[in-house]
Structure formats: C-alpha cells, structure tokens
Nanobody
Framework: VQLQASGGGSVQTGASLRLSCADA?????????MAWFRQAPGKGREFVAA????????NYADSVKGRFTISGNNAKNAVFLQMNSLKPEDSAIYYC????????????????????WGQGTQVTVSS
C-alpha cells in the first residue's frame, strides 16, 4: 500500500477544500478502513474522519461534524475529504491512513489501528 495525499492549500476562513488520497499500489482490501488525521504545529495527531469499507459507514471527530464529509472508492482504495466552512483551527498537516484488515468501530479513531500512512498535505486557513 502506497498512499498519496493531495489537495491541500491556503484558503481563508469559510472556504472549502477537497483532499484526496489514493493507493498507488493497486491493491484492494474490503474489510479495512481509510481515515484522515491531522497534526497542527506543537500538537499531537488528531483523528478527523474515517470510513469503513465493510459498511461504508463514516465516523467523524466532533470538531468537524457537519462541515467535513468523507467518501471513498473501495475498488481503488481512494478516500476523499470534503472540507467546508473551514476555520483557522483546521490548519494542520492532514494525513491519510489505511487499515487493510477488519477494524471495529471503537478502533477507528485510534491512529495506532492503521497500518499505512500517506505523506501528508498542508492545509492553512487564515482569518
């Protein structure tokens, strides 16, 4: 699995961005999940959103509910993050992650549950 994230940028408060993450290896896995995490300068890694392939169910951090939407293409191991109504506190490096085997709901928000990570894409929101 080789995850490649893209779509970051510098925007103003209230703007939108769409992040993409694709697996360049060509593998497929049906029982895992893909997720987005973020890390701001001086802070720890924070869960943002995840999608489980077995159910296509999405899971979100409270801080992004109603503003961010995760979607994905299981056949291509691709995941997207539509970010609307961006705020300065959303500024961070965003990382996509993949779990290639079964994952239960309670594990989705834990970064240690994921096997593979992309290189990150910078999102900067100015006020």
């Amino acid at each position: 699995v080789q995850l490649q994230a893209s779509g970051g940028g510098s925007v103003q408060t209230g703007a939108s961005l769409r992040l993409s993450c694709a697996d360049a290896s060509g593998r497929t896995f049906r029982n895992g999940a893909m997720a987005w995490f973020r890390q701001a300068p001086g802070k720890g890694r924070e869960f943002v959103a995840a999608i489980r392939w077995s159910s296509s169910a999405a899971n979100y951090a409270d801080s992004v509910k109603g503003r961010f939407t995760i979607s994905g293409n299981n056949a291509k191991n691709a995941v997207f993050l539509q970010m609307n109504s961006l705020k300065p506190e959303d500024s961070a490096i965003y990382y996509c992650a993949a779990k290639t085997t079964h994952i239960i709901l309670s594990q989705l928000q834990n970064g240690r549950s994921y096997d593979y990570w992309g290189q990150g894409t910078q999102v900067t929101v100015s006020s």
